[in-house]
Every structure is written in C-alpha cells, then in structure tokens.
C-alpha cells in the first residue's frame, strides 16, 4: 500500500509540476566557503550540518522526553497496549504523519539547492536514509544517525578506491549485511519475546 501511495504521489507531483528539472533558489550562500581544519564547506553544507544537528536533537529529547514522544514511542511498539493505558492511538498517528510530513519538508529543502528539483530527487536519499536506519537500528535515534555516519564513510571510501558508480549500490549491500548479522541494528536492543 505504502509504494502504491508513494506512486500515486510521485505521478500527481510529475502531473502539477511537470517532468523537467528546475533550479531551486538557496536562500544561504552556495560559493562562500569555510575552511574548517582542512575541510572546505560551503556555507550552505554547514547550514544543513547544524539544521541537521539541531532536528535530530530536538527528536532525541522529543522522544525522551515528552508525553507526547513517549505516546509515539509506545503506540509504535504496541498498539493495543498503548490503546489500554489510554492513549489516543488515532490521535497519535496523525500527529505522526503530521511530524512526518514537515521533517520530509525540511530535508526536500535541504537537499533542493544541492540538487535539482524533478519528481525523482528524493529517491537516493530516501534508500540512504532507509539503509542508515537499518544499519543504526529502526528504534534508536542516535542509532540512525551513527548508521549515516557510516554509510556516508563506506559510500565515499567505495567512491574513492574503486568507482563511483558503485557508491549508489554500497546501501544495498549494506542493508543486506545488516539483516544477515545483525537484524535488529548496531545501537537498537534486540527484544526477545516468549510465545
């Protein structure tokens, strides 16, 4: 259902906005650059960096922290549970998708000056982010952006020693080895449950 939805909307956006790239204006600086201890970084890469920081540290104490992030939490590990103590578990998926929707906003606006815009664009990020959180592990927060971390190592190592064309393929292969060794992530704890 979730790639029907996915198809259904990516062919509405090809219909309103057509199939041809366009340029996305940046609203920070693509050409002034920091040198950062022998790292250049335009001032828009640093934008995303600190932008990025700051949203996954504002989920991490969301989701720590909060009734609501708790509420989340426990309805996505167990919703009849969740609908036991009290919670509201429609209520809570719509907040959800609410939540979901402005963080794919804000990172469709983050990626647009880098890239172009076309109805494809966030296609690439969408598998790297996905294998990131399978790497890291699904549940855990600090997990996904660790399992980034890496996979943007490996991709460039890969890119680097052998080939660039097999930097799109490392998150595949990165998915698969996961699964294989280690189902449930590097940082999330496997919860054994008794039948």
């Not at 922290?65 to 969740?82: H, K």
């Not at 990131?132 to 991709?155: F, K, N, R």
Request: with cysteine; hydrophobic share 55%.
């Amino acid at each position: 259902m979730t790639l029907g939805f996915e198809m259904i909307l990516h062919a509405t956006a090809t219909y309103v906005a057509g199939a041809d790239t366009k340029a996305f204006p940046s609203p920070i600086s693509e050409t002034e650059v920091y040198n950062l201890g022998g790292v250049v970084l335009s001032q828009l890469q640093v934008a995303i960096i600190l932008i990025s920081i700051g949203l996954m540290a504002l989920l991490f104490a969301f989701f720590k922290f909060t009734r609501l992030g708790i509420a989340m939490m426990a309805t996505s590990q167990n919703e009849a549970a969740a609908k036991i103590m009290g919670i509201k578990v429609k209520r809570i998926h719509s907040l959800t998708w609410g939540l979901a929707s402005v963080l794919g906003a804000v990172t469709g606006a983050l990626i647009a000056p880098i890239t172009l815009l076309d109805p494809n664009m966030m296609i690439t990020p969408l598998l790297k982010a996905f294998a990131a959180a399978v790497l890291g592990g699904m549940t855990s927060l600090p997990g996904a952006a660790v399992g980034g971390w890496i996979l943007g190592i490996v991709e460039n190592l890969v890119g680097g020693y052998f080939s660039p064309e097999f930097k799109s393929s490392v998150a595949f292969l990165v998915i698969v080895i996961v699964l294989c060794i280690r189902p449930s992530g590097l940082l999330a704890r496997h919860r054994k449950k008794k039948v």
